[in-house]
């Protein structure tokens, strides 16, 4: 199996910065076959959404809200994937969810609460 495990979060205020960090450990045959690794996030009340993904080739994606804002990189060394938060408003205020995608599974974290005080 593998597990991913998110660290970072925590209380900052509007303005402010984050990292967070994903490490994957586990069946390394499995962590290896993994081909992309995203963020996501979930704000009470609303749906899970997609905030960055990056591919083993390094390959970014982010959603529209955060463009500018968070960079999303990767060390395939560590197995660790991160997200880098700037400028952070009250509404990225959520649980952010580090997420793994191989060609037949897909692996998720526990979840890392950040909240944006204004």
């Known amino acids: 199996q593998v597990q991913l495990v998110e660290s970072g979060g925590g209380l900052v205020q509007a303005g402010g910065s984050l990292r967070l960090s994903c490490v994957a450990s586990g069946n390394i045959v499995r962590i290896k076959s993994i081909f992309g690794m995203g963020w996501y996030r979930q704000a009470p009340g609303q749906q899970r959404e997609l905030v960055a993904f990056?591919?083993?080739?390094?390959?970014?994606n982010y959603a529209d809200s955060v463009k500018g804002r968070f960079t999303i990189s990767g060390d395939n060394a560590k197995n660790t994937v991160y997200l880098q938060m700037n400028s952070l408003k009250p509404e990225d205020t959520a649980v952010y969810y580090c997420q793994g995608s191989s060609r037949l599974e897909s692996y998720w974290g526990q979840g890392i609460q950040v909240t944006v005080s204004s």
């Open positions: 990056i591919t083993s080739g390094g390959i970014t």
